[in-house]
């Protein structure tokens, strides 16, 4: 298997443009997370799925930010509108299940100008 | 509030000794905890999983302490070496398998 695989791994934008974040899990992942990093606020988890249904959205910063995981293996972040503030490291990562490791993809770096 | 803690001050050591990181969480039962190294540009990459009933867990150079009781794990990083240079994360895996992260410490180990 190719790992987690997020895209795109860099996206500039003007601040109230929509961003779209997609992220493809390894397969046989039960667990999908995503994740924001910032300097000054760590590596906040936002958002996590199991079996592709959401369970805890209790980190999505705003109505602005919003989650979908339609299949097993796609899953998408999207922030409408953006600005400035949301500009981070964009992390999605999955696991097999509850009790193991969870697998990072390398990130998406988004600027919002 | 629920808060895990890490030293955000960098570890700076000498090759060939031992680095010990802590981790300190606060309103949190966890089941599970993780460590994970991250380096510049890149996600994070999982070391060791250590669960409530285990005390001790190693892997190597490395070895992990879960103390329920003090609600604190240590991470120590034995005959270091350069390139263990990095920041270190842990993660508390609480009720329906959530997965928080520290802050983490970054580690540089000098030859």
């Known amino acids: 298997d190719a790992g987690v695989i997020q895209s795109p791994r860099h996206e500039v934008t003007e601040m109230g443009q929509e961003v779209t974040l997609r992220c493809k899990p390894i397969?046989?992942?039960?667990?999908l997370f995503w994740y924001r990093q910032t300097m000054m606020r760590g590596l906040e988890l936002l958002i996590y799925?199991?079996?592709?249904?959401?369970?805890?959205d209790s980190g999505m910063p705003e109505d602005r930010f919003s989650a979908k995981m339609p299949n097993a293996s796609f899953s998408t972040l999207k922030i409408q509108p953006s600005e400035p503030r949301d500009s981070a490291v964009y992390f999605c990562?999955?696991?097999?299940?509850?009790?193991?490791?969870?697998?990072f993809g390398q990130g998406t770096r988004l600027t919002v100008v | 509030s629920q808060k895990i803690e890490q030293n955000s001050e960098a570890l700076n050591i000498q090759e060939g000794k031992t680095a010990t990181l802590t981790c300190n969480y606060t309103n949190y039962s966890p089941a599970y905890l993780q460590w994970y190294r991250q380096d510049p540009g890149r996600g994070p990459v999982f070391l060791l999983l250590?669960?409530?009933?285990?005390k001790e867990k190693r892997k190597e150079r490395l070895k992990v302490t879960f103390d329920t009781t003090l609600k604190q794990s240590l991470f120590h990083i034995t005959a270091s070496q350069p390139a263990d240079s990095a920041t270190y994360l842990c993660a508390v895996q609480a009720a329906g398998n959530k997965l928080t992260f520290g802050g983490g410490t970054r580690v540089l180990v000098k030859p």
């Open positions: 250590i669960r409530e009933n285990e």
């Open positions: 397969s046989g992942h039960d667990y």
């Open positions: 799925f199991n079996n592709n249904v959401p369970i805890d």
């Open positions: 990562a999955s696991s097999l299940a509850g009790d193991t490791e969870a697998f």
